[in-house]
Structures are given as C-alpha cells and as structure tokens.
C-alpha cells in the first residue's frame, strides 16, 4: 500500500491541548490502517505556536522531529530538540512541546497504545 502526499488530509488545531496559536496535523496514515496505533501525524508549529502539556496513560508517544528546533517540557524540565532527535513519553509521564524560533518547527508524532490480552 502507498498513500500519496496529496491524500493526507491536515486540519488546522487552534490551541491544541492549551498551548499556543495554531498547529497544522496532517494524517500520514488514516486511522482505517492503524494496528496498535492512535495516532500517525505530521504536525508544523509556527513559531510562537505550541502544544500545551498532557499525559499519556496506557501508551507512548513518539516525536521524531523532521526539521527546526523545540522547546520540550518534561517533569524534569524543559530540553532543547533539533532536526533528528526523538522524544518519548508514556506509562503515565506528560509533555508539551513548543517553538520560539522563525523556523517551523516539523515533527512525527506516533501513538502506540498498550496491547490489550
């Protein structure tokens, strides 16, 4: 199976999980193909835009940033993520994730969701 660029739907999210401005998601892949996924998304921030802090419970969210530079809020703290960098966050742990810079800020977010028995 391929899905080509232009059958990826985006949508713009205003104040996405409480953060900032807007956030463009664009489907990579439809949930009609998910097997143990929630989520498979592209996700640009502008800058000064931004995804306010939630939890993950019960699965692990993947950021593989594509492009730009982000400010990432932990429990521990806040980390700088450039192009190429991986951000992994679950079993009950949260996160935001935001950009200050005149670049976009490009990412992959993957949800996979604990296997049910």
């Not at 205003?14 to 463009?24: D, E, S």
């Not at 192009?83 to 742990?93: F, K, L, R, S």
Request: charged residues 25%; contains cysteine.
């Amino acid at each position: 199976m391929i899905i080509k660029s232009e059958n990826m739907p985006s949508e713009i999210k205003v104040a996405m999980r409480g953060g900032c401005k807007q956030v463009i998601k664009t489907d990579v892949v439809g949930k009609e193909q998910f097997l143990n996924l929630r989520l498979f998304s592209r996700f640009t921030l502008v800058q000064g835009s931004s995804i306010g802090y939630h939890d993950h419970v019960k699965e692990v969210e993947y950021y593989y940033i594509l492009s730009g530079e982000g400010i990432v809020t932990e429990s521990d703290g806040e980390k700088t993520v450039k192009a190429g960098d991986v951000v992994i966050t679950g079993w009950g742990a949260g996160h935001s994730i935001r950009n200050e810079k005149p670049e976009d800020l490009v990412f992959l977010g993957i949800i996979a969701v604990e296997k049910q028995c």
